[in-house]
Every structure is written in structure tokens, then in C-alpha cells.
């Protein structure tokens, strides 16, 4: 019996030898490279699936303070096989090209406010599906002046659009279906859009000084999540988030802020996390609306200061449990699925 373990061993220990040493042979690393090529041009089996779901990815999970491995602010909301995507902050486009999303499918682009960690790479995201094909501008609802924002990046972007168009030729990339289309929000005005099924309600909340700052509910065949954008707990996430099957919430953890403040030596960062403790929800408000809005799950994102390990998020969720146990501090690539004709939250993350 021994020597039979003792035989197993050395074959094992022999495979990975020359399952390694062959890693150094050319036509083993050119059929990895293919694989891995395959991988990267290809769409996530993920998206467009036979199942019909009302579907959330998280694409940017951190607030404008540093955690590395994080984007900014970023929601992708899947209804059927459209996409919809909420606020596209610094990063969180990278994470949608190694997500594989088919950013064809992508039918609009939504922003809560005008922050710059909620906007910074609408560029991006256009060119992304401008690549892929998109057979008109790119759809962008938001606040009053967000046609400032796209017209200003249409600006910036004029002679890339112009270069890529005569380089690439208008069968891929035509001059037609560069730019934005921007469409403005009103609070509680029903968006609509081609995706059958499909409702988008904008609400305004309070990020003051910021102007129009608004959250969004999305109703899919009666499965539902709500986006809070940022904000106070100014009581309008609550009335919104009314039975949702799903709050997608913001938060603050003053007592944290306050600790970092309190060591750190830079007067200007001193003052920037006192000032921005007035615009957030703490997080355990947060929880307190999710309960009382009688929702089914929380999954917080945009966290200040956005933990950056497990005693650090540890610390920030402390006491969350008591108030509401069903939450799930979200990372880039947490997806929760709610099937269509079904009560089921299914959690995961892409990767
Ligand atoms: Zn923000
Ligand atoms: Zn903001």
C-alpha cells in the first residue's frame, strides 16, 4: 500500500515537472496565448443567456478615495439581454472589457450626478462600443447640464473620433455614430426604453451642493433594484427602495473618516474628509433604510473610506449586522441575479 502511494507521488511530482518545464516549449505557449486571445474577444457566457433575469454587476465598487484592485462608481444593470450602465467612474471600463460584457448590447448609459469619480470615463465607454459597433451615438440620461458634460467630451474627443474613422474606415467605425446623445432626467418621470418589460424611475436626492443628484429604480418583470447614487438619508431612497428585491446603497463611515482624519498630518486631505461627511449616508443608515423599506438584500458600494482589507472591513460594517443581516459589502465584479418568475437572489462574482 505504501509503495503504491509512494508511486502516485513521484507520478504527480513528474507531471508538474513536465507540465511546467513545457511552458518554456513554444508551441505550448503559442496554444495558451490562442486560448487566452480566445478568452479576450470573446463574450462572457454570463451576459445573453437563455434565462431570462433581471441582473446587477458591480463595476466599480470604491468611493474617490484610493483601494487598490477597485474602480469608482459603477453599476451594470442586465434586463433580458440589454444593458443599461449606472455612472462609469475611473477604472470601471477595464473591468467591463475583462468581464467580456458585448458592449453592443449596452442600450444607455445613466448618471446619477456630475461627480467626477461618476463620469470620468464616458469616453471610454464610447469608444469600447463604437468599437463593437454601436449603430447610433451613445445614449447618456442625466441631470440638467449633462449635455455640458458630453458635448465637452465630444470636444476633447473630436480629432480621436476623426483619426479613428479615417484609419479604421466607416464600415467600422463611421463618423455617424461617434458621439452622445444626451437625454435629461426629470424626478419621478418614467424613462422609457426599447427593452420590453423594462421601467427606470429617477428620483432626486440630496448630495447637496450638488444639484440634481438622483437615484434610480429599475423594475424588470417584477423583479427590482434600486440604485442610490450618493446622498444624505434624506428619506427618498427609503420610499423608493419599497420592497425591492435588491438596494444598491452608498455609504460613509464617519467614526473611520474621523480616525484617519485624526492621524493624518496633510491639511488638505484633513479638510477634504471633514467637508465630505455631510453628503453621505453612514452606513448604518443605510442598513436602517434597507430594513425599513423592507427590501430583500443590500449590497453597499461606494464605500468612504472604501475598505482595503478584511480587519479594515471589519471595522467599517461593525454593528451593520443587528440592524439588517442581509447586506453584502460588494467588490468589483459582484453580481447578484434575480430571475425572472422566481423570489431567488442568487450572489457570485465574476472572475
Ligand atoms: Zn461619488
Ligand atoms: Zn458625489
Not at 68 to 73: F, L, Q, V, W
Not at 172 to 194: H, Y
Not at 316 to 345: A, C, H, K
Request: with cysteine; charged share 20%.
Amino acid at each position: 500500500m505504501k509503495n503504491i502511494i509512494k508511486i502516485t507521488l513521484a507520478l504527480i511530482f513528474s507531471l508538474l515537472v513536465i507540465g511546467y518545464a513545457s511552458l518554456n516549449l513554444n508551441f505550448v505557449q503559442d496554444k495558451v496565448f490562442t486560448f487566452g486571445i480566445n478568452n479576450l474577444v470573446g463574450v462572457n457566457s454570463t451576459f445573453l443567456d437563455d434565462e431570462d433575469s433581471l441582473k446587477v454587476v458591480v463595476c466599480g465598487s470604491r468611493s474617490p478615495l484610493p483601494s487598490p484592485g477597485r474602480a469608482e462608481a459603477c453599476i451594470l444593470v442586465e434586463a433580458g439581454d440589454d444593458i443599461y450602465i449606472f455612472d462609469i467612474g475611473n477604472g470601471s471600463v477595464a473591468n467591463l472589457q475583462q468581464y467580456q460584457i458585448p458592449f453592443i448590447n449596452i442600450k444607455g448609459v445613466f448618471i446619477t450626478h456630475m461627480h467626477s469619480d461618476h463620469i470620468a470615463e464616458l469616453p471610454e465607454l464610447h469608444l469600447q462600443s463604437w468599437v463593437q459597433g454601436r449603430d447610433a451615438p451613445l445614449s447618456v440620461y442625466g441631470p440638467e447640464g449633462i449635455n455640458l458634460v458630453t458635448k465637452g467630451f465630444e470636444l476633447a474627443y473630436s480629432a480621436d473620433y476623426s483619426y479613428r474613422n479615417e484609419h479604421h474606415g466607416d464600415d467600422l467605425m463611421p463618423l455617424n455614430t461617434s458621439g452622445f446623445e444626451a437625454i435629461v432626467v426629470k424626478d419621478k418621470r418614467l424613462i422609457k426604453t426599447e427593452t420590453d418589460g423594462l421601467e427606470i424611475i429617477p428620483f432626486v436626492v440630496d448630495h447637496h451642493p450638488v444639484n440634481h443628484a438622483f437615484g434610480f429604480r429599475v423594475n424588470y418583470k417584477g423583479r427590482s433594484v434600486v440604485i442610490s447614487g450618493d446622498t444624505i438619508n434624506d428619506g427618498s431612497v427609503q420610499q423608493y427602495a419599497k420592497d425591492a428585491d435588491l438596494l444598491v446603497h452608498s455609504a460613509i463611515n464617519i467614526d473611520v473618516l474621523e480616525k484617519i482624519r485624526k492621524v493624518s498630518h496633510n491639511e488638505i486631505l484633513n479638510k477634504i474628509f471633514l467637508d465630505i461627511q455631510t453628503y453621505h449616508t453612514p452606513i448604518k443608515e443605510a442598513a436602517k433604510i434597507a430594513k425599513n423599506a423592507n427590501v430583500k438584500h443590500l449590497l453597499i458600494y461606494h464605500a468612504i473610506p472604501t475598505p482595503t482589507n478584511d480587519i479594515f472591513e471589519d471595522v467599517f460594517y461593525r454593528g451593520v449586522d443587528d440592524i439588517f443581516p442581509n447586506y453584502t459589502p460588494s467588490v468589483d465584479g459582484t453580481i447578484v441575479v434575480l430571475p425572472i418568475g422566481s423570489n431567488e437572489i442568487i450572489l457570485d462574482e465574476l472572475n
